[in-house]
């Protein structure tokens, strides 16, 4: 079964500290995989997709296919991060619905 | 550009009553995608419409949801004989096509509240 595991509900770091969001996945075939995330108020908006591998916000995620993880990561976190955190692979196939993780709520203390 | 958008906002219903939950896609989306998310929970699949056709409905959780999309744009999610476990944000998703991997983007999501 496609399964998604992102280990911490939340996760509390003071800011300028390195921060590391957790994702396991279980899945047949390649899979894409995003994180998306969600700031108070506003909707769900994608930060970065390991295909393109890119840092965005100064974050970025590498996929380890051997530990099937896409662990999201950040040298030297800031408030502006605090939000909710998805780790989300895709269908791979012709319909790319994705598959969510519970999130992390990620909170930047000053 | 506008963005997605979904009406209404919010919705308080009574169980056992009959609701409609709005998405209208960014203009040239041709797939569109209904997720629902309950609370402490991700968002859960429920449906994909590529046009006008429903090309994956197997998230549905029962024959009280349906879904529609008449003319390849907006849609429409009707839940029948509502049950107060329908309580959720149902969230609403477009992408410019699901052949090739494009980004989603999200409405801001109906709150359904079922008394």
């Known amino acids: 079964a496609q399964r998604v595991t992102q280990p911490e509900k939340l996760l509390s770091v003071f800011k300028g500290a390195p921060v590391e969001l957790k994702c396991n996945y279980s899945?047949?075939?390649?899979?894409?995989l995003f994180w998306y995330v969600q700031y108070s108020r506003q909707r769900l908006q994608l930060l970065l997709r390991?295909?393109?591998?890119?840092s965005i916000k100064g974050f970025t995620a590498d996929l380890n296919k051997g530990e099937t993880s896409f662990h999201l990561k950040k040298p030297f976190a800031q408030e502006e991060d605090s939000a909710m955190y998805y780790c989300?692979?895709?269908?791979?196939?012709?319909?790319?619905?994705?598959?969510w993780g519970l999130g992390t709520s990620l909170a930047v203390n000053p | 550009g506008a963005g997605v958008s979904q009406t209404p906002s919010n919705k308080v219903t009574e169980k056992g009553k009959y609701v409609e939950l709005r998405c209208d896609p960014i203009?040239?989306?041709?797939?569109l995608y209904w997720y629902r998310q309950s609370l402490g929970q991700g968002p859960e699949f429920l449906i994909y419409?590529?046009?006008?056709?429903?090309?994956?409905d197997s998230g549905l959780p029962n024959d009280r949801f349906f879904a529609v999309r008449p003319e390849g744009s907006v849609s429409t999610l009707k839940i029948q004989r509502t049950e107060r476990g329908d309580s959720a944000v149902y969230l609403c998703?477009?992408?410019?096509?699901?052949?090739?991997?494009?980004?989603?983007?999200f409405g801001p999501g109906t709150r359904l509240t079922v008394l």
């Open positions: 203009s040239g989306h041709t797939a």
């Open positions: 989300a692979p895709n269908n791979a196939g012709n319909n790319r619905k994705l598959i």
């Open positions: 419409f590529q046009g006008t056709g429903a090309a994956d």
């Open positions: 998703a477009s992408s410019f096509t699901s052949g090739t991997y494009n980004e989603q983007f």
């Open positions: 899945y047949s075939g390649s899979p894409e």
């Open positions: 390991h295909i393109s591998r890119e």
